[in-house]
C-alpha cells in the first residue's frame, strides 16, 4: 500500500535552516508529481511546494518562494524540503502528499517550530 | 488566487443525522475540486475528487456535488468515525493550490 513518512521536523531558531525528507513506498515514485502541505497551529491546511514528476518544474507558494526549496531523489524514494531563512510562522505540521490529479494521499506529517 | 470559503465553520450533529457542508470558489474551478477529511495526529483522507467522485474505499453515505464556484459535501448519515475536520481544495487554477478554512464537525 502507498506509504509516505515525513522526518527532519524539529525545533530551530529563527533564521536557521532544516531539511525535511518524505520517504515513499508501495507506488512508482518517479511517475508521480508531489507536494509540500503544512498547517499552522489551529490553523488550516496551506499548500507549500510541487515538483513534476520528473523534477522538471516546480513551483512555491509565496510565502515560501526564496526560501525553500523542493527536491526529489528517485533512487532513494526521498522528496526534501530544504528551509532556509525560517520564519516563527513557518512553525507547522509539514506533510507530504502524492499528485494523482487530485492530491490523494498524505503522510501523517513532521513537526517544526521556530523559536528562538 | 482562487479562494475557497467554507461553510458552517462547525456543524453540531448527533450520530445519524445528515451533515451537509459548503465550499464557495471565488472563482470557477470547474469541476476540480476535491474534500478531504482530517483528524488530530492523522494523515489528510481523500473523500471525494472532481466534486462528485468518491474516491477508493470510501462508503457511499459521502457524496459530493457542484460546478463552477459552489460545491456539496453531504455525509448521509453520521457516524461515531465522521466527526473530524472537512477541507474542500482546488487544483483548477494554480499555482497556489488552495484549501478551504475547513469544516469542523463534532458531536451534538
Known amino acids: 500500500q502507498v506509504q509516505l513518512v515525513e522526518s527532519g521536523g524539529g525545533v530551530v531558531q529563527p533564521g536557521r535552516s532544516l531539511r525535511l525528507s518524505c520517504a515513499a513506498s508501495?507506488?512508482?515514485?518517479?511517475?508521480?508529481?508531489m507536494h509540500w502541505v503544512r498547517q499552522a497551529p489551529g490553523k488550516g491546511l496551506e499548500w507549500v511546494a510541487v515538483?513534476?514528476?520528473?523534477?522538471?518544474?516546480?513551483h512555491y507558494a509565496d510565502s515560501v518562494k526564496g526560501r525553500f526549496t523542493i527536491s526529489r531523489d528517485d533512487s532513494k524514494n526521498t522528496l526534501y524540503l530544504q528551509m532556509n531563512s525560517l520564519r516563527v510562522e513557518d512553525t507547522a505540521v509539514y506533510y507530504c502528499a502524492r499528485d494523482y490529479g487530485p492530491i490523494d494521499y498524505w503522510g501523517q506529517g513532521t513537526q517544526v517550530t521556530v523559536s528562538s | 488566487e482562487v479562494v475557497l470559503t467554507q461553510s458552517p465553520a462547525t456543524l453540531s450533529l448527533s450520530p445519524g443525522e445528515r451533515a451537509t457542508l459548503s465550499c464557495r470558489a471565488s472563482?470557477?474551478?470547474?469541476?476540480?475540486l476535491a474534500w478531504y477529511q482530517h483528524k488530530p495526529g492523522q494523515a489528510p483522507r481523500l473523500l471525494i475528487y472532481?466534486?462528485?467522485n468518491r474516491a477508493t474505499g470510501i462508503p457511499d453515505r459521502f457524496s459530493g456535488n457542484g460546478s463552477g464556484t459552489d460545491f456539496t459535501l453531504t455525509i448521509s448519515s453520521l457516524e461515531p468515525e465522521d466527526f473530524a475536520v472537512y477541507y474542500c481544495?482546488?487544483?483548477?487554477?494554480?499555482?497556489?493550490?488552495?484549501f478551504g478554512g475547513g469544516t469542523k464537525v463534532e458531536i451534538k
Open positions: 472563482q470557477s474551478v470547474s469541476n476540480y
Open positions: 481544495h482546488q487544483r483548477f487554477n494554480w499555482p497556489p493550490l488552495t
Open positions: 472532481d466534486a462528485s
Open positions: 515538483i513534476w514528476y520528473d523534477g522538471s518544474d516546480n
Open positions: 508501495g507506488f512508482t515514485f518517479s511517475r508521480f508529481g
